[in-house]
């Protein structure tokens, strides 16, 4: 399976067991923990949370020292019980890893889950069938960031020459996270937290304050304005706010109480939306060919009820499935063509012809949209 983001996060899983060393951040002051109350208050939300997908909550949570023990207890068990019930092998190195990380974070008894069950030996065998594939991101900087540690504090050897690839490697991922700056994000507000973790430990950004407070304030704005509302935008943004990144799982060390006061939680603003009725424009496309159809839908309705409607009047044309994932409804196929990992196929969706930084179950149409979903390749 190709995957650009997962497979970094394994190798650096694998060689991230190790004491994490200084690395500069950009730390919420006091003043402005209400901010992160939101986002922990987010994570919270245990019907959106299923299975194994908790593991990036569970990880979150750790990595920030977020002391809630029954929300701990209860994202462990679903994660064991969910993997005790399905074929290990199905699953992707990514989770493989996440759910490692996540019970490997700071002493706890879930670390008995690792060694009894072999995960770290399971992952290094999909490692080895998948590194092939390997490509770049703010991952793969923690991750080629930690076999550079390990290197330089002798727990792998290597020759001047693999050491320096990998340090021209780091600087040309770090350089092209620069380049994809925008207002005080990176990318967008969903790859700003990552991105901010990989510029803590392999760039001098952050020595600068206004740097600092430019990302903070752009990521206060987002979450003010409920962008980070599912619990795993609000577990990827999280552990950076804090100053902390993935290179700091530690699984020798207990983990300190978090300097926020999950207890006084803000009351969530609910927006009131006229109940009138829209349209849209909904077209499928798939190679250069497309299918339209007008669609009215309720004020407030996601990209999502508009593909429904549309099947509901054509199955044909605007048939398609979807599965969970903790990112909501993911589309797998539509008129019977299906997404394949292995060819790098997948379902985009798109408005006015602009591709979507939100997925269906999440995008809030508007009255006169064009949207598409189109057949593409990654
Ligand atoms: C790789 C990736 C993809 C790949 C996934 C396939 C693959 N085999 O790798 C591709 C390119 C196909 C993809 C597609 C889309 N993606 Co994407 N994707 C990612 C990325 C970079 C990493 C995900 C990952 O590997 N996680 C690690 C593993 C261990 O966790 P996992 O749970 O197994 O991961 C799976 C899901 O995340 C799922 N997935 C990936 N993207 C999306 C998007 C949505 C909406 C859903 C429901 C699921 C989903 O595929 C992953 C691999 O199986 C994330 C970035 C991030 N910060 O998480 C964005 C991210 C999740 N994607 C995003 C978006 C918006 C999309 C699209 C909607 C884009 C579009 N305009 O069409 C589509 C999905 C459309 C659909 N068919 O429903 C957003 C979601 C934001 C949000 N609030 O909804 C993210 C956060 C990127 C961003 N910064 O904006 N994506």
């Known amino acids: 399976m190709r995957q650009s983001h997962q497979l970094p996060l394994v190798g650096l899983l694998l060689f991230s067991l190790i004491p994490s060393q200084l690395c500069q951040s950009c730390v919420v002051s006091e003043k ?16 959106q949370i299923r299975g194994i997908y908790g593991a990036s909550i569970l990880l979150s949570q750790r990595l920030a020292r977020i002391q809630n023990p029954s929300l701990e207890e209860e994202l462990s068990q679903r994660i064991q019980d969910d993997m ?11 989770q493989l890893a996440l759910i490692i990380l996540a019970f490997g974070a700071c002493k706890n008894p879930d670390v008995r889950f690792i060694h009894d069950h072999h995960l770290v030996e399971k992952l290094g065998e999909k490692f080895k069938e998948e590194i092939k594939n390997m490509d770049t991101g703010a991952v ?34 770090v350089h092209k996270i620069q380049s994809e700056k925008n207002g005080g994000l990176f990318g967008n507000a969903y790859s700003t937290g990552e991105a901010m973790q990989a510029l803590f430990v392999a760039s001098d950004y952050y020595q600068n304050e206004s740097n600092c407070q430019e990302t903070l304030d752009a990521v206060f704005n987002n979450i003010s304005q409920g962008v ?7 577990a990827q943004i999280l552990p950076a706010l804090l100053g902390k990144t993935y290179l700091d799982v530690n699984k020798t060390a207990t ?13 969530p603003v609910v927006p009131t939306l006229s109940p009138e009725n829209i349209s849209v424009i909904y077209c499928v496309k798939i190679n250069e060919i497309s299918n339209c159809i007008n669609i009215t839908v309720k004020n407030g309705s996601v990209f999502l009820d508009v593909m429904k409607a549309a099947q509901e009047k054509n199955s044909t044309i605007y048939g398609f499935t979807m599965t969970e994932t903790p990112w909501g409804p993911y589309i797998t196929s539509v008129q019977g063509i299906w997404a394949n990992n ?6 985009e969706l798109l408005s006015n012809n602009k591709s979507l930084s939100q997925g269906a179950g999440n995008y809030v149409v508007k009255n006169g949209e064009h949207l598409e979903i189109r057949w593409a390749t990654y």
């Not at 900087?141 to 020759?159: D, E, F, P, Y």
């Not at 292995?342 to 379902?347: G, M």
């Open 342 to 347: 292995n060819e790098r196929t997948y379902w």
């Open 84 to 94: 005790n019930r399905r074929d290990m092998s199905n699953l992707t190195s990514g």
């Open 32 to 47: 402005d923990y209400s901010h992160l109350r939101l986002l922990i208050s987010a994570m919270d939300n245990l019907e």
């Open 140 to 173: 793969a900087v923690l991750a080629l960031t930690c076999v550079k540690r390990s290197i330089s504090n002798g727990k792998i050897k290597a020759a001047i020459k693999d050491s320096d690839t990998i340090q021209k490697y780091i600087e040309s991922l």
């Open 255 to 267: 983990c300190p109480q978090s300097p926020v006061n999950i207890t006084d939680e803000p009351v």
């Open 228 to 234: 980070f509302r599912l619990p795993i935008a609000a």
